[in-house]
């Protein structure tokens, strides 16, 4: 399985400011994904990190408000701008293994808690 | 639309009472029902993959089963430690990589 780590762990913001979050992978994949969970509920993914390429966002989910990056295949990051409360949620990052040869199978980082004061 | 259901919201069970927890999906072209255990502040840990109907795996003391509509998780003589969230998921046959989710199911066993 591929181990993917995030930084940072957890974060206390302040209103209109922005926060970059970083997703490293031990291996290289062919898919990363970028995932939301807000507090109780369960997780809805923002957007597909494409290396290369502009990122692929869900229904009401834009490039202007969570910006990707994915220089490589083993490197992804997300920012959060212009956060309000609402913006308030664990971030998660995810990646699809079929490029270590097992399909279909996505591993999840630990997350990342964004609080918005 | 794709969509996942997962029942109970929560179940609590006294160790060793086993148990099932449902998965209920709808999806064009199913290309995988994924199982998760998620434990409190930490990233959803992956347990099994199912593909098509009437597969099952086993892990342990958990066996996940699957049929057309629906998925099972049974727990067998569950312990406190597997006290978690459990996720199912489901992908579709676009082989975009995205996971609809359920609302998960949340579990405690208590000693």
């Known amino acids: 399985s591929a181990v993917i780590s995030q930084k940072p762990s957890r974060d206390i913001c302040q209103r209109g400011t922005s926060l970059t979050i970083q997703c490293q992978v031990d291996?290289?994949?062919?898919?990363m994904f970028w995932y939301r969970q807000q507090p109780g509920q369960s997780l809805t993914l923002i957007a597909t990190?494409?290396?290369?390429?502009?990122?692929?966002?869900e229904s009401g989910f834009v490039i202007d408000k969570f910006p990707i990056s994915r220089p490589n295949l083993t490197f992804s990051t997300l920012t959060v701008s212009n956060m309000s409360p609402e913006d308030s949620s664990i971030y998660l990052c995810?990646?699809?293994?079929?490029?270590?040869?097992?399909?279909?199978?996505?591993?999840f980082g630990p997350g990342t808690r964004l609080t918005v004061l | 639309e794709d969509q996942v259901t997962q029942s109970p919201e929560a179940l609590r069970l006294q160790e060793g009472e086993s148990s099932s927890l449902n998965c209920s999906y709808t999806v064009s072209g199913l290309r995988g029902l994924f199982w998760y255990r998620q434990d409190p502040g930490k990233g959803p840990e992956f347990l099994f993959t199912?593909?098509?109907a009437g597969e099952e795996k086993e892990k342990e003391r958990l066996k996940a089963t699957l049929t057309k509509k629906e998925s099972f998780l049974h727990i067998t003589a569950p312990k406190p430690e597997d006290s978690a969230t459990y996720l199912c998921a489901v992908q579709g046959s676009s082989n975009t990589g995205k996971l609809i989710f359920g609302q998960g199911t949340t579990l405690q066993v208590k000693p």
């Open positions: 995810s990646v699809d293994s079929r490029l270590a040869g097992v399909t279909d199978t996505q591993y």
């Open positions: 291996s290289q994949v062919t898919m």
């Open positions: 199912l593909y098509s």
């Open positions: 990190a494409n290396q290369g390429s502009e990122a692929t966002y």
